[in-house]
């Protein structure tokens, strides 16, 4: 890739949040996983992917990334994702690399394989996906929503990539695609009837979903399928949180 990325973490924390109550935090980006806040590695991972070129930080409060080296570019987050997103897109320009900074598993090597897929296929908007069957293999007991396509089942990896000024269509429908993520048939319906019935009788693929989204935002759409299971896992709740230091700690002890 010859291009550089701005990539824009979104680490604003809703109010009441589990994670960071449990922590004794007030964000639950901030949560200590050996030696290194959570925020800390997503920022780490992203510094050290190579075609990322710049590294911005949505929170609600900027004093919150006091403790963090080297110290990031900050803009302060609206209380919704999309509205977030579309400032940071009018103010930082394309493309645009969207990672929430509670992935705290995040790797350079995960980045690199997501812009270059997406890049290679052409989109205007990318969203990175592992298979059930690459997470549940390695992870049988993680707690994951899965989105079943009649390829399999499939969940997010909080990776998204808006590679063009154009891809500022998508967003208007990025509110449905957050309103619905625990209710994919609500998502489908949203896309069109034709991709709802598919879903409905479980004839509805991942390319095909994506085909039709594309025509609902007028941008090609793409789902970049990443073979890594610790893409999947976010910290959303204390299991998680135990899972992703179990991991950490597994990595650091075979240094």
């Not at 006091?66 to 987050?77: H, N, T, Y």
Request: charged residues 25%; aromatic residues 6%.
């Amino acid at each position: 890739m010859s291009e550089d990325w701005t990539a824009l973490v979104l680490a604003a924390s809703r109010a009441g949040d589990p994670v960071a109550i449990e922590e004794n935090v007030s964000n639950k980006t901030l949560v200590d996983v050996h030696g290194r806040s959570v925020l800390q590695r997503v920022i780490d991972a992203l510094d050290e992917a190579p075609n990322v070129g710049r590294v911005v930080v949505a929170i609600e409060d900027v004093s919150l990334i006091r403790g963090l080296d080297p110290k990031p570019e900050v803009i302060k987050a609206s209380n919704r994702v999309v509205e977030t997103v579309r400032a940071a897109l009018e103010q930082l320009g394309s493309p645009l690399l969207i990672v929430t900074g509670d992935h705290a598993l995040l790797t350079s090597e995960m980045v690199e394989r997501f812009l270059s897929e997406s890049l290679k296929v052409g989109a205007g908007v990318s969203v990175a996906m592992a298979s059930e069957s690459v997470i549940r293999p390695a992870y049988p007991d993680v707690k994951r929503t899965y989105i079943k396509f009649a390829d399999g089942g499939y969940s997010g990896c909080n990776l998204f990539a808006l590679a063009s000024s154009g891809a500022n269509q998508a967003l208007d429908f990025w509110h449905e695609i957050d309103r619905n993520r625990k209710r994919p048939w609500a998502f489908f319906k949203a896309i069109d009837l034709w991709a709802f019935i598919l879903y409905a009788v479980r004839r509805l693929t991942l390319d095909k979903a994506m085909d039709r989204l594309s025509k609902k935002i007028g941008v090609k759409a793409a789902v970049i399928r990443m073979p890594m299971p610790e893409a999947a896992i976010d910290v959303d709740k204390m299991s998680d949180l135990e899972l992703v230091r179990k991991i950490i700690g597994g990595r650091q002890n075979s240094i």
